[in-house]
């Protein structure tokens, strides 16, 4: 009766309240006895776990120490419980089964429920009959012999004094012998080989209208022993490449007789360019096989046309290479065998050259080169000015035969960015560079006999001189074999931030760090002997100067203070450490 139902009664039948209250009350405390029984009954602790020993006769090996002891949750059944146990049997023997406790025990079943600690019991039989081995054997590509395939050997079992049943395996290519069944020996030695031939394969070529150079002997067949080379060359059709067999042929002989269909295909050229390039006419053209770059060269020039803000007056496609800007230079004879990349690489040609045909003088008026160039190979000297004031002149590729850069030959070009100095200069003037702000890379080739370059700085061959700088650097990382920095070598550096000079420097060249306005250069030898003027700039121009001359303490060290204040800069920027 529920609580709505005892209120709606109790004022009529009051002599039924407290038996009914004292009923709940005897059956609340039969509830919480028996909790406290089944509390009681749990195990070790209250534990909901039991432990599974795991024991086996003597032909029984259990593999893994660790599972010879188990904890699993009372009342698992063994179906749960026996896939955490791995076991192995000595030969000529398996599991026979599971029991309790020890080998005369009641069976364990998959439905064998544990609630208690047990043990659990291996038990092996003796496998009936004799073993006898089958061995299969392989004829080899080259000879008619038989190699033993190992990895196919199968041991089987049989009762003494009966046949074997061996059974030939399938292998594609194949085709076995016949063979005999043999008497099975009760000392297990019994061995049944069987050997399998190597089939002759006919392969018949489709060539749509191609043909094989030399014809085969055969007509359009070749037979062969499976896995052996198939004798034949790709075969050829006028203006087509061989783009290869339909099915796929390998090549040797496949396991089975078949017939291959030529597929002929005309090589694809895809015309890229560079920024001066319009890129909605480039393309794919289509040419014949073995064409040659003189063949299709006009045809691929037809896609490559330049934008309207490079003048067909100043630039010109100059050379084509496979892929990229980087890639091979295409000449006339280079053949197209297969689908290829080719790369206009375009250039200015309004270049300034010399009667001599060797020395390239300042660009004409009103025709300053932008971009990306290229200077003629045979030019040996860049001559003064050549590319002064080239604002949008960016990349630089100078020939290997250039010999010498004069006074200020690329000086105000604010977008270059990256020179490589050839083998061959021997010369560069000190102005060559000035006011380039974004040039942040300099290299020298390592054939070069007169310069070195080491993290964008150049030096004299025997690292002893630093030369100059790359006017975008920010720190100077200068060598420790330098002892003399020539003349202007930082001179204009405004982005410079930080020079350390080497130990041994003796000579620090005029107007070497004139006008580097955010520099702050430590010196940390003593042996430095010479100042030029003005190398750190002019007192009475203080957006001349450098930041801070670093000089250490100590009386060694004064003459250095000397000499930096002899060379006009300002003494409230030298600062002793």
Do not use: M
């Given at each position: 009766m529920d609580q709505n139902h005892i209120f709606a009664h109790s004022a009529a039948k009051r002599t039924y309240r407290l038996p009914q209250m004292k009923h709940i009350f005897f059956s609340v405390l039969m509830l919480t006895v028996s909790a406290v029984m089944f509390l009681s009954c749990r195990g070790h602790g209250g534990s909901n776990v039991i432990t599974i020993k795991v024991e086996g006769d003597q032909y029984i090996t259990i593999k893994k120490p660790e599972t010879k002891s188990l904890t699993v949750a009372r009342g698992s059944k063994w179906a749960a419980i026996k896939g955490k146990i791995e076991i192995s049997c000595y030969d000529d023997y398996d599991l026979s089964g599971w029991k309790l406790n020890n080998a005369s025990g009641t069976a364990v079943t998959d439905e064998t429920v544990f609630n208690n600690d047990s043990v659990v019991f291996a038990v092996s039989a003796k496998k009936p009959g004799k073993k006898y081995y089958v061995h299969h054997l392989?004829?080899?590509?080259?000879?008619?012999?038989?190699?033993?395939?190992?990895?196919?050997?199968?041991?089987?079992?049989?009762?003494?004094?009966?046949?074997?049943?061996?059974?030939?395996?399938?292998?594609?290519?194949?085709?076995?012998?016949?063979?005999?069944?043999?008497?099975?020996?009760?000392?297990?030695?019994?061995?049944?080989?069987?050997?399998?031939?190597?089939?002759?394969?006919?392969?018949?070529f489709e060539l749509d209208e191609g043909s094989?150079?030399?014809?085969?002997?055969?007509?359009?067949?070749?037979?062969?022993?499976?896995?052996?080379?198939?004798?034949?060359?790709?075969?050829?059709?006028?203006?087509?490449?061989?783009?290869?067999?339909?099915?796929?042929?390998?090549?040797?002989?496949?396991?089975?007789?078949?017939?291959?269909?030529?597929?002929?295909?005309?090589?694809?050229?895809?015309?890229?360019?560079?920024?001066?390039?319009?890129?909605?006419?480039?393309?794919?053209?289509?040419?014949?096989?073995?064409?040659?770059?003189?063949?299709?060269?006009?045809?691929?020039?037809?896609?490559?046309?330049?934008?309207?803000?490079w003048p067909a007056a100043d630039y010109e496609i100059y050379e084509w290479r496979l892929n990229d800007r980087n890639g091979e230079k295409l000449d006339v004879t280079y053949t197209f065998t297969k689908d290829t990349t080719v790369y206009a690489v375009t250039n200015y040609k309004s270049f300034n050259i010399a009667a001599d045909g060797k020395t390239l003088d300042a660009y004409p008026h009103g025709k300053a080169p932008k971009g990306s160039i290229i200077i003629p190979e045979n030019i040996t000297v860049i001559d003064s000015n050549a590319f002064a004031g080239a604002a949008e002149l960016s990349n630089v590729i100078l020939p290997e035969k250039l010999e010498e850069i004069r006074e200020n030959a690329f000086s105000g070009c604010t977008?270059?960015?990256?020179?490589?100095?050839?083998?061959?200069?021997?010369?560069?003037?000190?102005?060559?560079?000035?006011?380039?702000?974004?040039?942040?890379?300099?290299?020298?080739?390592?054939?070069?006999?007169?310069?070195?370059?080491?993290?964008?700085?150049?030096?004299?061959?025997?690292?002893?001189?630093?030369?100059w700088a790359a006017p975008a650097l920010k720190e100077a990382n200068i060598l420790d074999s330098v002892i003399e920095i020539e003349d202007y070598a930082f001179r204009g550096y405004s982005n410079?931030?930080?020079?350390?000079?080497?130990?041994?420097?003796?000579?620090?060249?005029?107007?070497?760090?004139?006008?580097?306005?955010?520099?702050?250069?430590?010196?940390?030898?003593n042996e430095l002997t010479t100042i030029g003027n003005n190398a750190f700039g002019h007192k009475d121009h203080s957006e001349t100067c450098c930041k801070k001359i670093r000089i250490p303490q100590g009386a060694e060290f004064d003459n250095i203070v000397t000499k930096v204040k002899a060379v006009n800069y300002p003494e409230g920027r030298i600062e002793r450490y």
């Open positions: 392989l004829q080899n590509v080259n000879d008619d012999n038989y190699t033993h395939n190992t990895q196919d050997d199968q041991t089987l079992r049989g009762d003494v004094g009966t046949d074997t049943k061996a059974a030939a395996n399938s292998y594609p290519g194949f085709t076995a012998q016949s063979f005999d069944q043999k008497k099975i020996a009760a000392d297990n030695t019994t061995v049944v080989e069987i050997k399998y031939d190597r089939n002759n394969i006919t392969l018949t094989f150079v030399p014809p085969l002997p055969s007509g359009n067949t070749v037979t062969g022993r499976f896995g052996k080379d198939i004798p034949i060359t790709a075969p050829v059709k006028t203006d087509y490449i061989f783009a290869g067999w339909q099915p796929t042929l390998g090549t040797t002989f496949p396991p089975e007789d078949g017939t291959y269909t030529a597929q002929w295909t005309k090589p694809k050229l895809t015309i890229q360019g560079d920024e001066r390039i319009k890129a909605d006419t480039l393309g794919t053209i289509e040419v014949n096989g073995n064409a040659t770059w003189a063949d299709v060269e006009a045809q691929a020039t037809t896609k490559a046309i330049l934008k309207d803000d977008e270059l960015k990256a020179i490589d100095i050839p083998a061959k200069v021997t010369k560069i003037d000190k102005t060559a560079f000035t006011e380039c702000p974004k040039l942040a890379t300099f290299t020298v080739h390592a054939d070069n006999t007169i310069y070195h370059a080491e993290g964008n700085i150049i030096y004299s061959k025997d690292k002893k001189k630093l030369v410079l931030e930080a020079v350390k000079l080497p130990r041994g420097l003796k000579t620090i060249g005029e107007e070497a760090f004139l006008g580097c306005t955010a520099s702050v250069i430590t010196i940390v030898g």
